[in-house]
Every structure is written in structure tokens, then in C-alpha cells.
């Protein structure tokens, strides 16, 4: 598609942007619009942008000497790592894990065939066309160097200049994809005139527009007096597809901005009723725009945004955070106090002093997680692929005639926990590395079932039916060892786990703990609704145990499991918020540490 520049400014000319424009620099749409949008993923594969056997005694005790040297520095590093914030589920505690054990694979970077220098400044003819004779594969030119523009965020002023260029070598004409090109950059810098330029030529050219042209135009009119041609905007994407919750948070914050309540409440409540799950920026807005308002309707509002938060397990961020203690603190006359804090291990707020909500599920929950994971995940799910209905009812008549077990052990997932990283940092030979690797893999196993037999606790082992072949690393002393402490299933070889071990679990009772490293991440996804995944996500936090000592002769131990609930909670009174932490990488299966406390004063 293409499209004469009549009646645009000379390009030349520096157009005035407005100083209220509202857009933050960390907002990129390169990815979601030129990316996908506009196929300009192969146009960069050339080119870079510079902007300025017999093992013997002596070998086997060297061996151990050093392995207990690499435990003892393990451990002494482990004791500095805070029990409260190192549990399996803490936020930041898999980034943690990461660094304990880094790859030791340096990452391979693409060959640079040709490097060209961005300009700085505006180009003349000439010169763009000098610079063209420089670049290989000169039919792309155009393309490829507004494209690096944009990832560079150059001055509108040099984009400018390319779009000028082309226009005088095509008699005024400019390719549709380098007009949306330099329309990210007038948005990102804030050009407010030239995006109204931009959308003119749009309007009265083109009927329909793709949907990342319509998302730059949207957030690129919100801040400005005709922001309500933003809102048509929004009208003219739903005749073709669902808007984005990026879509929608552009119009509520345009219309927040405006003081028009009203619309934003009605572009939220339409956003919600498309399943769309918001931005947290987009709550955030509704916050920050409540300060100092003394109105019960908008109060009851911003409170079910709280609860939407809890129902979702959804986490506000830092900024997020001190906005809704702003919040709470500026409503006259209720004389709320908030404070950032921690929750102790028991479950009491190091803030207020009161406990929140248990972790532990009521015996309604729990019978209905039980049915629900009967259902979809045992039943219903895919677990056939790796099984069958047979070896399944196997397996239920196993657990039927077995009193209920306290522990069910993944056991092949426990026998593999010893890494492999640190075997390799003892600096021996690869065939002495690989015996000792060979005998520690049974004896990992070993070790935790000999530590939760002498517990008296009924125990259950899942494996396989290879682990019954004698051989090195399955050795039929100590196999026969665990049987005598523990029952054992051993499943088909190519069969899946998971089913087994969640089967075992919630039959036996909501005592029972399971052990293994996997998150269930797949088996939560199968769930149908929020409220059961956000059940099991629960019942998970509260059951699943993590080995802290992984290391072949040091005592087995595990970490605390969290005695409370980590979602927005409230009493009435008080509210117990957990939020992220800027500093600290959280991972989806994890939840935060921090939490904000607000309590009302009496």
C-alpha cells in the first residue's frame, strides 16, 4: 500500500511536540507491531546497527575428599541465603537457584556482515544515496534502515529525512510500512502534531488500518484535545477482532487523564467481559486518580479491583503498591495507615501483629480440588499418551488397598536432584566422574526414604519398571533396602508420573506431602476456571516439600513450607497486600515476599 504526501509539513521542518504528552520512554511497541505485523524479521540477518573403567582407591578417595570440599562451600553459602525468602515458591528464589549453578555455555552471537553507523543529524538526497551504495543489499535499504531507527529510537527530525528522500525519488510517494515505521517514533518522542498529520493521511486514505497502526494511534492521540477520536478508533478495531488490553489501557488512561470517570469505568467493565485479563498499569491509573476523593461508589470500585487481585492471584508492583497506600491514606476522614512489611513464618504480620490467612485449605476446598483433579487432570487429562486405562487402574487398586500414605516421593525426579554442575567443578577425570555420578544416584534416594522411614511415616516411592534391572546405577542391595522402609509402584517405563503422584496425595488425606522438583505447571493449566487453579496452586504451596541438602551423605533436609496464604486478603479493617519487588526477578510459579499492611485507625 502506498500513499501521496500531499498536504503534510515539508519535512524538513521541526514539528512541535506537546509537553504534556504522557508517554513513558519504557513503552515499546517495536516487538508487537513491526515484528509480527509487519514481517521484518528475515531484513536483519546480514546486518548489525552501531549507535555508538577400573577405578582404584587412591582415585575414589580423592574423589569423595574433593566432593565433601564443594559440599562444605555449598553449604556455608546456603546458610547466608534467609529461610523466609528461599522457599521453593519466594520470588526470586529460581533466579537464585540459577546462579548457584550456571551454565557453563557461553552464548553464540550472530556474525556481523555490515556495519553501518545511524546518523545523528538530518540527511540530504546525496547523501542518503551515498549511504545506500554502502549497504549490500541496497533493494532493502529503505526498510531496513527506518527499521533500525526504531529500534534505536532516533530523532524524529532524522526519520524525517528518510521519508523525505523517498518521497522525492517515487514522485511524492512513501511505502505504507515506512509511514507506520516513523509513526512509532513520533509516539514515542512524543511529536503530538505529526501523529495528528499521520492520522489524517490514514483517515481520509484508508477505510481500515492493520491493528498495530490503530494501537499507535490510539495511544498516540489520548493525551491530546481530540482524544475522543482515540475512543473511534477503539470503535472501528472491534468491527474486526477483540481490542488488547493495551488498546483498552490507552483509552482508560486517556479518558482518567480528561476527567472523564465515566468512560474509563465503561472501557474496564468491557475489558473484563472479554475475559481480558487488565494491565496493572491500567489499575493503577484508577488509583492514583481516586487520591483525596471522598466517594463511597468509587471507594466500593477501587476495593473490587483489590478483590479482583485476590481472585486472580494477581500481584501489584512496587509503584502499584505505593499507589494504593496513597490511596488508602488520602480518603477523608477514615484515617488508614499503611506501612510496608513482612509476614513471619507463623503467619503474623511483623506490621499490625495479625495473622493472615492460612495456607492450609478447609475440608470444602479441599473435597472440591479433590473432585476437580480427579476429573481434568486424572480422568479427563492427557495422561493417556504415556499410560493406559489399565496400568491406571492398576494403580488405583494399589493405593486402594494401602493405608494412607504422609509422603508420596517422585523417585526418579529425587534420584536425578544431585547436579551435575557441581560433579564436574570436582576437577576429576570424565570416567571417574561418571562412576561416582552412577553411585549417587541411588544413594540420593536412599537417603531421603531412610530419613522420612525413621519418622515412622507411611511411605510411597513412584518409579519405573527399569529401576528393577539390576545394574550400576540400580543396584539390588539398596533397592531392596528402601522396599523394606517404603512401598514402592513401579510404573511402565515410558509412562508419565505426575497423574501417580497427584492421585496418591489427594487420596490419602490432606496430610499428605509429595516430593519431587517438578512445578505442575501443565497439570494447573488443565484446570478449567481460576478459582480451582488458584485452589491448587494453594494446596501445592501447602504440600510439596523441597530437599535443601542435595548432596550424597549431608543430612536431609527440607525446606519450611509457608504456613499462609500469599493474596490480597482483608478483614474489613485491615488489608494484607503481597507485591513485587522492583529488585527482584519473580517467576510466574512464584509468589512475593513483600507485602503492604493497611490498617485503619481507631
Known amino acids: 500500500m502506498t500513499f501521496y504526501f500531499t498536504g503534510i509539513r515539508s519535512f524538513p521542518k521541526l514539528w512541535k511536540s506537546n509537553s504534556y504528552f504522557g508517554l513513558s520512554s519504557s513503552h515499546s511497541y517495536l516487538s508487537l507491531f513491526l515484528k509480527d505485523c509487519y514481517g521484518i524479521r528475515n531484513q536483519e540477518k ?26 562444605k562451600l555449598d553449604e556455608s553459602s546456603n546458610k547466608q541465603v534467609s529461610a523466609d525468602s528461599s522457599h521453593m515458591f519466594a520470588a526470586g528464589a529460581a533466579k537464585k537457584r540459577s546462579q548457584m549453578n550456571p551454565s557453563s555455555k557461553d552464548p553464540v552471537l550472530p556474525p556481523v556482515e555490515n556495519i553501518i553507523q545511524l546518523p545523528t543529524k538530518p540527511l540530504n538526497s546525496e547523501e542518503w544515496d551515498k549511504l545506500k551504495e554502502e549497504f549490500k543489499e541496497k533493494a532493502n535499504f529503505e526498510n531496513w534502515i527506518i527499521l533500525q531507527m526504531v529500534k534505536c529510537h532516533s530523532s524524529v527530525d532524522v526519520a524525517k529525512s528518510v521519508l523525505a528522500w523517498v518521497a522525492a525519488k517515487n514522485s511524492g510517494i512513501v511505502g505504507y510500512d515506512l509511514l507506520v515505521k516513523y509513526l512509532y517514533l513520533c509516539v514515542f518522542h512524543k511529536q503530538t502534531s505529526e501523529i495528528i498529520d499521520v492520522y489524517e493521511i490514514m483517515k481520509a486514505r484508508y477505510k481500515r488500518l492493520e491493528s ?14 481530540r482524544w475522543r477520536e482515540a475512543l473511534l478508533l477503539l470503535e472501528d478495531l472491534k468491527k474486526v477482532m477483540i481490542p488488547s488490553k493495551k488498546n483498552y489501557d490507552d483509552c482508560i488512561q486517556g479518558a482518567l487523564f480528561h476527567q472523564d470517570v465515566n468512560v474509563a469505568w465503561n472501557l474496564y467493565q468491557e475489558l473484563l467481559s472479554h475475559d481480558i485479563v487488565p494491565m496493572l498499569e491500567t489499575l493503577k491509573a484508577f488509583f492514583d486518580f481516586g487520591k483525596d476523593m471522598k466517594d463511597d461508589q468509587y471507594s466500593n470500585k477501587l476495593h473490587n479491583i483489590l478483590l479482583y ?27 488508614w495507615k499503611g506501612q510496608f512489611t513482612t509476614i513471619q513464618q507463623s503467619g503474623q504480620c511483623l506490621g499490625c501483629g495479625k495473622t493472615v490467612e492460612s495456607i492450609h485449605l478447609s475440608s470444602e476446598e479441599y473435597e472440591f480440588l479433590k473432585a476437580k483433579i480427579m476429573r481434568d487432570v486424572i480422568d479427563g487429562g492427557d495422561q493417556y ?30 534420584a536425578k536432584m544431585f547436579p551435575k ?53 540400580w543396584r539390588r542391595v539398596e533397592m531392596e533396602k528402601m522396599q523394606k522402609q517404603a512401598s514402592f509402584f513401579f510404573a511402565d517405563n515410558i509412562s508419565e508420573d505426575d497423574p501417580f503422584l497427584l492421585y496418591a496425595t489427594l487420596h490419602s488425606g490432606n496430610h499428605c506431602k509429595f516430593i519431587t522438583k517438578d512445578l505442575m505447571r501443565d497439570h494447573k493449566a488443565c484446570l478449567p476456571d481460576a478459582k480451582t487453579q488458584r485452589l491448587f496452586f494453594k494446596w501445592q504451596q501447602g ?60
Open 543 to 602: 504440600h510439596q516439600l523441597a530437599i535443601v541438602s542435595k548432596h550424597p551423605g549431608a543430612k536431609i533436609t527440607f525446606q519450611h513450607i509457608l504456613s499462609y496464604d500469599t493474596v490480597v486478603q482483608t478483614t474489613g479493617d485491615s488489608w494484607h497486600i503481597p507485591y513485587d519487588d522492583d529488585l527482584v526477578e519473580r517467576y510466574s510459579y512464584e509468589v512475593p515476599t513483600k507485602w503492604l499492611c493497611l490498617h485503619r485507625k481507631t
Open 385 to 414: 499418551k504415556k499410560t493406559t486405562p489399565q496400568e491406571l487402574k492398576r494403580f488405583q487398586n494399589f493405593v486402594k488397598y494401602h493405608p494412607p500414605f504422609d509422603v508420596v516421593i517422585d523417585g526418579l525426579n529425587v
Open 309 to 335: 487481585l485476590r481472585n486472580n492471584q494477581l500481584y501489584p508492583g512496587e509503584s502499584f503498591a505505593h499507589s494504593i497506600k496513597t490511596w488508602f491514606e488520602s480518603i477523608p476522614g477514615e484515617q
Open 46 to 71: 546480514c546486518f548489525s546497527v552501531k549507535t555508538m573403567s577400573a577405578q582404584n582407591t587412591k582415585a575414589m578417595n580423592l574423589l569423595i575428599a574433593k566432593a565433601r570440599c564443594v559440599r
Open 212 to 225: 498495530g497502526a490503530y494501537t499507535l494511534l490510539m495511544r498516540g492521540l489520548i493525551y491530546t484535545d
Open 421 to 473: 554442575a557441581r560433579e564436574s567443578q570436582v576437577g576429576l577425570p570424565v570416567c571417574l566422574l561418571s562412576f561416582f555420578a552412577r553411585t549417587l544416584f541411588l544413594e540420593q534416594l536412599l537417603n531421603v526414604v531412610s530419613h522420612l522411614a525413621k519418622q515412622n511415616l507411611q511411605v510411597l516411592v513412584l518409579g519405573r519398571k527399569h529401576m528393577l534391572t539390576q545394574n550400576s546405577r
